[in-house]
């Protein structure tokens, strides 16, 4: 499968723990999204990276979320201090950025239960 | 801020009962439309891209068409396979991140 891979698919953790995410994008493409998706909504915007330097970042972002994408190849959303409130599910996505072609492709998502 | 609206919310058919799905959008020049499947606990399923009005573009039974304000994903004769929520998302120009509406929930009965 050639798809975007994301790891873990689920994980629960205490309040206040840290936890860390990964994603394999689709192997030629050099865009690379994250969003959060919380029930009932559409995903939202957090962050995206062009190879290995991140461009834009979201005000919902907070100083205890980072981002990285060593090589410009997998990247690692990690999150601080864990809070209730970020309970959702985390989407990766990429793209190759040709111009004007935008489309991107999803992972299968994390799912963050924070207890 | 892009901004984009789904309605209705949720749907409910019956096999081989046609309907279509909105989408309003409101960006600062349109780079792009696009419609995406999500089923439970997976994440979207890119279905088409739509860049200027009067576009059209079909794959099975689902066919969307797009206007200056607005998508449209129209579902001929539907399964219950084609149960799913379906995303609208718009992109801008001068603007790398989708916006997403909240979806439409569809439900088709046998």
């Known amino acids: 499968d050639t798809g975007v891979s994301q790891d873990p698919r689920h994980k629960i953790t205490k309040r206040g723990q840290n936890v860390t995410f990964r994603c394999d994008p689709i192997?030629?493409?050099?865009?690379l999204y994250w969003y959060r998706q919380t029930l009932g909504q559409g995903p939202e915007f957090l962050t995206y990276?062009?190879?290995?330097?991140?461009?834009?970042k979201s005000r919902l972002l907070s100083d205890r979320f980072s981002a990285e994408r060593p090589k410009g190849s997998f990247s690692t959303l990690e999150i601080q201090r864990t809070e209730q409130g970020d309970s959702a599910m985390y989407l990766c996505a990429s793209s190759s950025w040709t111009g004007g072609n935008t489309e991107a492709f999803f992972g299968q998502g994390t799912r963050l239960t924070v207890v | 801020e892009d901004q984009v609206t789904q309605s209705p919310e949720a749907l409910r058919l019956q096999e081989g009962e046609s309907s279509s799905l909105n989408c309003s959008y409101t960006?600062?020049?349109?780079?792009?439309l696009f419609w995406y499947r999500q089923d439970p606990g997976k994440g979207p399923e890119f279905l088409f891209t739509?860049?200027?009005a009067g576009e059209e573009k079909e794959k099975e039974r689902l066919k969307a068409t797009l206007t200056k304000k607005e998508s449209f994903l129209h579902i001929t004769a539907p399964k219950p396979e084609d149960s799913a929520t379906y995303l609208c998302a718009a992109s801008s120009r001068g603007n790398n991140r989708l916006a997403f509406g909240k979806g439409n929930q569809v439900v088709v009965i046998p």
């Open positions: 739509l860049y200027s």
């Open positions: 960006v600062s020049g349109l780079r792009g």
């Open positions: 990276f062009q190879n290995e330097a991140q461009l834009e």
């Open positions: 192997s030629e493409h050099n865009r």
